[in-house]
């Protein structure tokens, strides 16, 4: 398949700025780091979609700043991040404030280039805006008329109606994971990762030594799974596997296979059947409840609830599931730091922990409705699962009213309910 002729216009200030309010820590590392994404966006680590950058652009107010998170009390200067942006291959446009309320004319920057370009003598499949700013929406629906894969990284609340043109729409939790290392995660979804070159150590390690690391897995992973009882959790198995194998595993990306799960499947072991966070034997074990549920597929939402979730994206996962998520959240903040990747993986491994298959987007749903609602998690370490609960309700009502939604009392109570928000 031929590459994909891509367009790629950053709004720097508004895509910064919502990774900020997400997670400090990893907005750095992204804006220090742009060539890492970029490269994995365009090797299809994260899509399946091969691109090949025509245009990179990075519109940027030379003279905004923010307080730094790593001194506070400093400024932060966006200027700083230019020779990163420069480096990775962008053109970096200067759009100094226009006004006293800080508007830099990016947007406006942006609209003529992308109009500009589908003007071009070369043809450009793709056109993909790095903004939450919903007033792209209608230059987006130029796009789409013109026939042109529209992709958008959103890192900031938006309209449902701007995400709604997107054809492929990242957050910032996508993001985030396209600088994570890969294999990282364990769940089944990482099958289809495309493969990465692994850098080389700055002392080889020798390929007898990488050899028997292999062997040594396939040994520990068959005798745990011929002693197995019961389906094995993914996650733990992973934890477990590390611990044993030491620090080899994870720095071959698990021998050259890109997850763990991965890893296991090439292993053929007799009789296996795996679901999202399960591996089991067929002949021997019982379904795991992970497995049965991706039979009957999404739960069925009451109506008003269904409405809310059309709206807002809300995960359509059943109600019992709600107060688990809070409960988690509210764990993971009193542990201390904050990090996004860590607050919807770090919950979720818990709830497997229990039995409880809850989707790491049920996690990062909450997460964002907090910020819809005006909270960010990562400054609230003593939030409790009451707290988190409501800020929760409080935000998709917010999208919702945002969206053009008029709830009565009835439906919010429903949505309440269904929450378990008192």
């Known amino acids: 398949m031929d590459a994909r002729r891509t367009a790629l216009f950053v709004d720097f200030d508004n895509f910064f700025g919502g990774l900020l309010a997400a997670d400090p820590e990893a907005a750095l590392a992204v804006v220090e780091r742009p060539s890492v994404w970029l490269r994995r ?28 998170p790593r001194a506070p009390g400093t400024r932060l200067y966006f200027s700083k991040f230019r020779p990163f942006f420069t480096r ?9 404030s226009l006004t006293r309320g800080a508007k830099n004319g990016a947007d406006i920057r942006i609209t003529i280039d992308v109009m500009t370009a589908m003007r071009a003598t070369v043809r450009y499949d793709e056109f993909i805006i790095a903004s939450s700013d919903a007033d792209f929406t209608p230059l987006l629906q130029v796009v789409r008329a013109e026939d042109r894969y529209i992709t958008v990284i959103a890192t900031g609340p938006t309209s449902a109606a701007y995400e709604a043109l997107a054809d492929r729409y990242l957050d910032e939790q996508d993001v985030v994971d396209l600088m994570s290392e890969p294999g990282d995660d364990v769940g089944i979804d990482n099958l289809d990762v495309v493969d990465e070159p692994v850098p080389v150590p700055a002392t080889p390690v020798p390929t007898t030594s990488v050899s028997a690391d292999k062997r040594a897995f396939r040994q520990w992973i068959e005798a745990a799974y011929a ?15 590390a611990r044993h194998l030491g ?14 799960v991965k ?13 999202q966070h399960h591996m089991w034997d067929v002949t021997r074990h019982e379904p795991p409840v ?25 995960p359509r996962i ?23 990747t860590e607050a919807t993986r770090w919950p979720r491994h818990r709830a497997a922990e229990r039995g409880l298959q809850i989707p790491r987007s049920g996690f990062m749903f909450a997460v964002r409705a907090c910020r819809w609602a005006g909270t960010m ?21 917010a999208q919702s009213r945002l969206a053009g939604m008029d709830p009565t009392d009835a439906e919010i109570a429903e949505l309440r309910s269904w929450l378990h928000v008192d």
């Open 41 to 68: 966006l365009a090797d299809a680590h994260h899509d399946d979609v091969s691109r090949r950058w025509l245009i990179l652009r990075s519109y940027m107010n030379p003279a905004g700043w923010v307080d730094d």
């Open 247 to 260: 620090p080899a595993a994870r720095a071959s990306r698990w021998f050259g296979a890109g997850s763990f």
């Open 377 to 397: 998690l990562n400054t609230e370490p003593n939030a409790s699962a009451k707290d988190i609960g409501r800020l929760v309700l409080d935000g998709v009502l």
């Open 318 to 340: 059943g109600s019992d599931s709600w107060p688990v998520i809070f409960e988690l959240l509210a764990e993971y903040l009193h542990e201390g730091t904050f990090s996004l």
């Open 263 to 275: 890893a296991v499947t090439r292993l053929d072991l007799p009789n296996v059947g795996f679901s």
């Open 290 to 314: 992970d497995a049965m549920a991706a039979e009957t597929g999404p739960v069925e939402l009451p109506a008003a609830v269904s409405a809310f979730s059309a709206i807002t994206n809300l």
């Open 88 to 96: 990775a291959g962008f053109e970096v446009i200067d759009c100094p």
């Open 227 to 241: 002693r197995a009882d019961e389906p094995l959790n993914l996650a733990q198995l992973a934890e477990q596997a």
